[in-house]
Every structure is written in structure tokens, then in C-alpha cells.
């Protein structure tokens, strides 16, 4: 077990770290000329694939779905999204990028990767594999913690 100073230094760093790096994040998608919204959210409709549906997308986001509405009438209105039918459910619609989503996705992640470069330039693997690890085990007690009654 960590000493409670080591415990506490983690504990006092990482809100901070991940807020920072959150806003940098958003920053560029305002520099891109996005909402934070509408960046965040063509970027997790990437990531789940053309079969997404929106609550698929509500909970990548954990945002409730009528949050998600405006932000993908928003989307739409700009022809970076489109929602087509579900073929087995006539209630839900899938959401997919259009060409010009998926060119908008890449030049956002081309520059949340450059952001990510500056970041981490002179960290060693070793060490950003630690941090993963520590994050995902973290991550692995606080669901088993919620998942309590």
C-alpha cells in the first residue's frame, strides 16, 4: 500500500492535471471553430462506428439524450451528421458522419494529436505505461465502488 503522502500527492494531482488538459482540448476545438459539444461529440461518433444510435452516443458521453438533441440538430443542420434508420428498430434512428464529418473528425484528431505530442514530449513509454495502468485500475475500483448499493 502507498504511503499516505504518495496517496495524497496522486490524489491532490490528478483532478488538476485532467481539468488542465481538458481545457487545452477544448481550446483547440474552439481554435477548429467548434462548440466544446459538437467536437466531443463528432469525436465519440467516430470512435463508436457507423452503427451507433444516440443513446449509444448519450451514454459515451454520459449526457442524458435530450442533452444530446440540439448539439445533433446542430450537426445535422451543418451536414456533419446524419441520422439514418435502425433496420431492426423502426423507434431508432443511427447516427453516422457524412464525408464532411469524418474530414472534420480527422483534422481534430490531427490536432488533439499534436496537442497530445507537446504534452508528452519527454516522457519514456515506461512511464506513460505506468500512468495507464495506475488510471485503468483506478478507473476498474471507482465502477465496483458505484456499482455498490
Not at 471553430?33 to 452503427?51: F, I, T, V, Y
Not at 423507434?91 to 464525408?99: E, G, I
Not at 513509454?125 to 476498474?140: F, K, P, T, Y
Request: glycine share 6%.
Amino acid at each position: 500500500m502507498p504511503s499516505l503522502e504518495r496517496q495524497h500527492a496522486l490524489s491532490r494531482t490528478f483532478a488538476p492535471v485532467a481539468r488542465g488538459w481538458r481545457q487545452l482540448a477544448d481550446r483547440t476545438l474552439a481554435e477548429i471553430g467548434l462548440s466544446n459539444s459538437a467536437g466531443w461529440c463528432l469525436l465519440h461518433l467516430q470512435r463508436l462506428g457507423p452503427k451507433a444510435r444516440q443513446i449509444d452516443l448519450a451514454e459515451a458521453l454520459e449526457i442524458s439524450q435530450p442533452s444530446l438533441v440540439r448539439t445533433l440538430h446542430q450537426l445535422e443542420a451543418a451536414r456533419l451528421v446524419e441520422r439514418l434508420p435502425h433496420p431492426g428498430d423502426r423507434r431508432s434512428n443511427r447516427l453516422a458522419l457524412t464525408p464532411a464529418g469524418r474530414e472534420l473528425v480527422s483534422a481534430i484528431q490531427d490536432r488533439l494529436d499534436d496537442l497530445r505530442n507537446d504534452l508528452l514530449e519527454g516522457m519514456s513509454d515506461a512511464d506513460i505505461d505506468a500512468s495507464v495502468r495506475l488510471m485503468e485500475a483506478l478507473g476498474r475500483r471507482i465502477a465496483e465502488r458505484r456499482a455498490e448499493p
